[in-house]
């Protein structure tokens, strides 16, 4: 599937920076051996590394950057700084040139959002990217966006949401449609904000492939109800972050249970196969790598503090999305919304919505 893909890599991004970007592609090429890489950033700093790497360094070239992007920067002094000549900037750009499929960056997320939309642009029809990852659940893992691209949405942004990620999960998890349900406070139809009722009702009513479950609460997403979740990103980030805190202090909890006593450590050494099988199930770095969709191309958000590891999943999940040529496909299912946003149904419910927020 991997064949012939080359990957730009935005070599100074994370925590880490280069270090984790050529441990995780050294990683990634034992999965992916056909895989090229284009590597953005300081070449002084890159080179050494890849000298230690001979794989990587066979299936790579590296684009020298002076400019690296900090992961405080905001977004606006990003774009002023950075503009054209930050490793960042590069690897994004070199998606638009046809130089590379796919970029990935442990970088600043404001920042990577803001320049993927001012270099690829957003496709026709769609008002506001989203950031969509794996999230882990007790069926195997589902997809869930918005995670933070943009805060807040309108109904119509929601339906758009719903139409990216079932075909995000349809590449990913390579089943023919995907169950779809929208995040809400409750199941009963009467609850929630009324753009998440108004969309609730769009997904019912209009012609679109999509299996709509209805609607799904917090509990149901680690449980793997539906294959995709969908929410605002401000709502969506929130939760990711809860998720991912509470996996870490369950493993605190467990690594402090076990250290507790000598009785303690020795059941350890009899059920550490299965503690470990626990630790790989939970482990955030599984399920690293997060696409922004609705993109002219296709770029691939990593975990800034992740490891090699963390780092070489974002790696799979870009090959899995390019190998699938997401980007076409997203495109043919958005057209089928064309109209709908204007139809006498959806507009007679933004009227009631507007009438309902000035009562």
């Not at 990913?172 to 199941?187: D, K």
């Not at 929130?238 to 509470?246: F, H, M």
């Not at 919304?337 to 309902?356: D, M, V, Y």
């Amino acid at each position: 599937m991997s064949q012939g893909l080359t990957i730009a890599l935005d070599g100074m991004g994370g925590d880490h920076g280069p270090e984790t970007v050529i441990g995780g592609a050294e990683v990634a090429s034992v999965r992916h051996p056909d895989i090229r890489f284009l590597i953005f950033g300081d070449e002084a700093q890159i080179r050494p590394l890849l000298d230690k790497h001979p794989r990587v360094a066979q299936a790579s070239e590296i684009i020298h950057t002076d400019v690296s992007i900090s992961m405080d920067d905001k977004p606006s002094q990003a774009l002023r700084r950075g503009r054209k000549t930050s490793s960042m900037w590069r690897a994004i750009d070199a998606v638009k040139d046809g130089k590379a499929q796919v970029a990935v960056s442990a970088g600043n997320t404001g920042a990577l959002m803001a320049m993927a939309k001012v270099i690829l642009k957003t496709m026709p029809n769609v008002e506001r990217p989203a950031l969509a990852a794996l999230w882990p659940t007790a069926r195997g893992e589902s997809v869930a966006l918005d995670l933070g691209a943009t805060v807040g949405a309108d109904a119509f942004q929601l339906v758009q949401f719903a139409v990216m990620g079932e075909a995000f999960a349809r590449v990913i998890f390579n089943i023919e449609q995907p169950t779809v349900g929208l995040l809400n406070i409750g199941e009963e139809e009467v609850k929630g904000t009324e753009e998440v009722k108004a969309a609730a009702q769009m997904l019912r009513e209009a012609q679109l492939p999509i299996r709509f479950h209805g609607f799904v609460e917090g509990d149901d997403i680690a449980k793997g109800t539906v294959d995709v979740v969908v929410t605002d990103g401000y709502t969506g980030n929130i939760a990711l972050k809860t998720a991912e805190g509470t996996a870490r202090l369950i493993v605190s909890y467990l690594r402090g249970a076990m250290q507790s006593s000598l009785m303690s450590r020795i059941g350890y050494l009899f059920a550490r196969g299965a503690f470990k099988a626990l630790a790989a199930k939970i482990d955030p770095r599984s399920s690293n790598g997060a696409v922004f969709l609705g993109l002219n191309g296709l770029v691939v958000k990593s975990h800034g503090a992740t490891d090699a590891i963390g780092f070489a999943a974002a790696i799979d999940v870009a090959a899995d999305v390019a190998s699938a040529d997401l980007v076409s496909k997203i495109i043919t299912d958005l057209d089928r919304l064309t109209g709908l946003k204007h139809s006498p149904r959806i507009q007679n419910t933004e009227i009631a919505e507007s009438e309902a927020a000035l009562s």
